[in-house]
């Protein structure tokens, strides 16, 4: 067995100590004579890995009782219609757009009403985030909409819009876990966990109870209606089990690694030494406005396209792996979520350091 | 590791060496370094897994060059909705309801159109299949739809509807892969890949190019269109990835084994071991009408419902799990999946006659 650092932007790198108690579950789980991957979801055992799930996460998170917690497939996308078709009420949804995955929500909501652009960081290719403290809220807004990392661009927020009273809806799928927050501040927090938790095809959905609505339109899927899974545990139909059990096992990590203020200490040391190697580099820089810098997803670029290419080549010899930027910002991007250790930003850090002194 | 005979529903018990490969590759797949969780589905070792998934499922079932394979998340439940939204065109859908399955699905139609059922053998709690021979089929319907194999009530057909020239569309959940279909019968076949394949969380929808319209409502959530799906390889956004490599690899368990003719053979012997105990017993019965009993799902009762939990308690002592049955028919039900192995169903149907002859 040979680990490589994984610097994937998602599905992401995962703690070792969990990939191998789940190793060693797969034939048999706990005694049951099943893997997890054979459980009827009906079963007690599965219960338990289920609900073990969401107690644990609701400690770590420190989710108020008047919040669920909801597991649901389909990913950020399905997300993107979900929310729209279950809170519209007016049918008038503010948007701030500070990347491709809020354009993309943004776009998705134009099916179902109208939508504000109430802010945008287009101008500079979403390399900074817009001032969010006193928005054009429209009167009838159902909701205002962020995504509060963006993967793609590298930028988050350092404060929540003032929405003016109304519901806030965050996307933090690649900030997920990754630092305490106020839970009470949104309407809805989702996340695909597959950047920042575990495998792919599960997000996971905290909404507040009052936002559950029976009188949506009856047009509605069954399976996008928020009360459909609220009213059923998660389990109207079979969920990804294996999801939700691979990501229970990271919750329950993170809680004995001292919760989520410990990650958030861990990651801004782990950025610090990406970010103060950038902002000395003479090679290298990173394409985000300092204040608005994710700690998760790290864009940099060299001077050239042809450079940027022979550094993701050289990593990649190397033993550090999918560090090629998006398309839209070019160059490269570490991604470097919770589960990648110090270790690995310092190796990565030491091999540009090399890298830059040998091709000056 | 001590493994039990495990008789669910769905999700249910999976082949051993399967397990066991899956196992082996957890911590580092073929020397990728990673784990297929941690795997970026835009990689080329992931392009190769979903690549080969693909093209061994299509070598299995002999899928013509004009169907296209699609990994959707969200199970029948979603489907129930994708079906009537991307078919629809007069907005009339004829559906044939054998259980609670095409129930399900014929009720979710609903909300898109005008329904006929034009079947239903709800007068003897689904029991048999209807004659589907000359069904008075609507002029204007869009398809034709049909459970195949009803999971809860254990019935399965044994000739296909004539749908007088209508798009045939086939739920193949509890029997996917089970046995050889011509593809070619069929606009749509998709299943659920949790009960004869691996983990939840994926359905694989086989459908026809020209269903794939683009011309569909745009009201229709983007994740919703099979379009999404057909035009992005299965990649619009991230997959469950980790469910495709798993049923990747049963694929390929089952052409090692000899194809779906071969598995078609174990399965019929498999079922017949336990219909032939079942019409010899004076204490236990099958509830479904011989030539419509399904070689996947096998219900049977006792005289009475003390009796039957009597016996869930003792097999369940006797390290068979999973054989309660369904409220809606009650008794026991021993669902056969392709990788229950035929020792699995000689043991119950060895303690099933002890527990006969010494409670008779």
């Not at 599965?46 to 989710?63: G, T």
């Not at 500079?124 to 054009?136: A, E, G, H, M, R």
């Not at 350092?158 to 876990?177: C, E, H, R, W, Y």
Request: aromatic fraction near 10%; charged fraction near 25%; glycine fraction near 6%.
């Amino acid at each position: 067995m040979s680990r490589v650092y994984n610097f994937s932007a998602g599905p992401a790198t995962m703690p070792l100590p969990v990939l191998e108690e789940i190793q060693a579950e797969l034939l048999d789980y706990k005694g049951s004579g099943m893997s997890v991957m054979e459980m009827s979801h009906r079963s007690k055992v599965y219960q338990q890995i289920i609900d073990e799930a969401e107690a644990d996460l609701r400690k770590l998170m420190n989710i108020p009782d008047n919040y669920k917690v909801l597991f649901i497939q389909g990913g950020a996308t399905l997300q993107f219609a979900m929310i729209p078709m279950n809170l519209c009420k007016n049918g008038v949804f503010d948007y701030i757009v500070t990347g491709a995955w809020s354009k993309k929500a943004a776009n998705e909501a134009k099916k179902y009403g109208k939508v504000n652009v109430i802010a945008t960081s287009e101008d500079k290719n979403y390399s900074y985030i817009p001032d969010v403290s006193d928005l054009p809220i429209d009167d009838d807004a159902d909701y205002v909409y962020i995504c509060e990392n963006e993967t793609i661009h590298g930028t988050t927020y350092q404060s929540l819009p003032n929405t003016k009273g109304k519901i806030l809806v965050a996307d933090q799928s690649s900030m997920f876990l990754s630092k305490p927050v106020n839970v009470s501040d949104y309407g809805i927090i989702y996340g695909g966990v597959q950047k920042n938790v575990g495998p792919a095809g599960l997000s996971i959905v905290i909404i507040r109870e009052d936002l559950i609505r029976e009188d949506v339109a009856s047009t509605i899927p069954t399976y996008l209606r928020y009360d459909t899974h609220a009213n059923n545990g998660s389990m109207y139909n079979t969920p990804n089990c294996w999801a939700i059990y691979v990501c229970g096992k990271v919750f329950k990590y993170l809680l004995n690694l001292g919760g989520l203020e410990k990650m958030d200490e861990i990651n801004k040391e782990k950025a610090k030494v990406l970010y103060d190697f950038l902002d000395s580099s003479k090679m290298f820089k990173g394409t985000v406005e300092k204040q608005y810098r994710s700690l998760m997803n790290v864009p940099f670029v060299t001077e050239s396209a042809e450079k940027d290419a022979a550094v993701v080549a050289a990593t990649k010899a190397a033993g550090f792996d999918n560090l090629k930027g998006h398309k839209s910002v070019g160059g490269l991007r570490a991604s470097i979520y919770n589960a990648m250790p110090i270790e690995g930003v310092k190796a990565l850090v030491d091999f540009l350091k090399k890298y830059e002194e040998e091709n000056a």
